[in-house]
């Protein structure tokens, strides 16, 4: 059955409580179900995947505790959403040393531990919910500990394709700006021919006599 009455102000109240309780049941329900969403860590796995491919070696402590520049294919673990990045591999455990970059669901981030030594306790260096953060923090990690004696730029099949691609990027922005100026004067072009039309046709016509 309609009710056609006014709406009365202890309803209006009711409805404005039940706006707000509906709200923070709403919240909860989506912040349980954010925590059952797997963290993105692709970009970070994808990243050091493709330059395992690649000769590219940094400086870390060999197994014989001496200076050692290793080839990052060895130096770098990734299995199961977790990448482990070693810097010394020393037989001495207390020696051994390595990044370890993982997802943590409770804290929803993508935190960078460093563990040491022999049993070794998990060292919070970095942590960020944003997997471009992780990759930037790991770059500036890995360019204070490249060999560039043996890690040659123009030698690396990754570094050629980067170039091709960039260059083709390049190519298509310099054709998208030279179709945007073509549009603009031939817009220009009209535009004038529109306005002398327009003055044209303003002109006072002289009578025949």
């Known amino acids: 059955m309609r009710n056609n009455k006014p709406i009365t102000p202890a309803v209006k109240y009711f409805f404005k409580v039940l706006e707000k309780r509906s709200a923070i049941i709403q919240q909860t329900i989506d912040y349980e179900a954010s925590l059952k969403e797997e963290l993105a860590f692709e970009q970070v796995e994808s990243f050091f995947r493709q330059l395992m491919t690649q000769n590219i070696f940094i400086h870390t402590v060999g197994m014989n505790g001496k200076h050692e ?94 170039q091709l691609e960039r260059q083709e990027e390049i190519e298509e922005q310099i054709k998208i700006a030279a179709a945007q100026k073509e549009e603009e004067e031939l817009q220009k072009a009209l535009e004038k021919h529109s306005q002398k039309g327009f003055k044209d046709r303003r002109k006072p016509r002289l009578k025949q006599a």
């Open 69 to 162: 520049s290793t080839i990052l294919a060895k130096a770098v673990y990734s299995m199961n959403k977790v990448v482990r990045v070693y810097y010394s591999t020393s037989f001495d455990e207390y020696q051994t040393g390595f990044l370890r970059i993982r997802p943590d669901t409770k804290l929803r981030t993508i935190v960078i531990e460093r563990m040491h030594g022999y049993r070794p306790k998990a060292e919070l260096i970095y942590t960020s919910a944003d997997e471009c953060h992780v990759v930037r923090f790991m770059v500036r990690w890995l360019m204070r500990r490249i060999d560039w004696e043996k890690t040659k730029l123009a030698n690396l099949d990754l570094y050629k394709r980067f």
